[in-house]
């Protein structure tokens, strides 16, 4: 039997301890943010990591990236909730709206970039591989969204951004 994780309560949210099966609201998750990136919920806590299944909430402010231009050894797929976007996606550009559902297979070049209004996006992606790559891309760094040296190093490529912060959710990110 896979007991229950508790649920910690933190200045910013409730954060699972431990192994096991948890429920949380979005909304009362610990949430992230960047001012370049935006906002973001992993549903994860220091010692509940999921080990072979990463699933965030994100939401994009307008002409914000969501990261840096970036292709992984692993499978990853979007779901866009609500507002509208691009995806830079190997060297192109494609507008994209609530409902649109992108499939990334490894190793696919690929970013989001919030459009018009803010944007809601669930990410999901297998951890099953360590593979990481950041290509020097023109289009991305048009958008803010590209490294100006190629690298393997998520630290290389963030490095000259801050650290994300700790928040609560924000009233209104969430529709309903």
């Known amino acids: 039997m896979v007991e229950e ?12 301890e431990g192994d096991g099966w948890f429920v949380v609201n979005a909304r009362e998750a610990r949430w992230y943010e960047h001012d370049e990136f935006g906002r973001w919920t992993r549903f994860e806590g220091e010692t509940a990591r999921f080990p072979e299944l990463g699933i965030n909430v994100s939401i994009l402010e307008p002409s914000k990236p969501s990261c840096m231009y ?14 509208d976007c691009k995806l830079l ?12 559902f992108v499939h990334c297979p ?7 970039v919030g459009g018009s209004t803010p944007c809601l996006i669930v990410a999901m992606g297998t ?3 360590a593979g990481l790559h950041y290509p020097v891309d023109e289009l991305a760094q048009r958008y803010g969204a590209g ?3 190629a690298t ?7 490095a000259r951004f801050g650290r994300p ?3 609560s959710y924000r009233d209104g990110d969430l529709p309903g």
């Open 127 to 129: 951890r099953t591989g």
């Open 165 to 167: 912060r700790e928040i």
């Open 106 to 112: 490894a190793w696919t070049d690929h970013v989001f």
């Open 147 to 149: 490294v100006l040296e």
């Open 70 to 83: 970036h292709r992984e050894e692993n499978q990853e797929d979007f779901l866009v909730l609500a507002g």
């Open 89 to 100: 996606v190997e060297g192109e550009e494609r507008p994209l709206r609530a409902w649109d």
């Open 152 to 158: 393997d190093s998520g630290d290389e490529a963030y």
């Open 5 to 16: 994780a508790k649920l910690r309560e933190t200045d910013t949210g409730l954060v699972p």
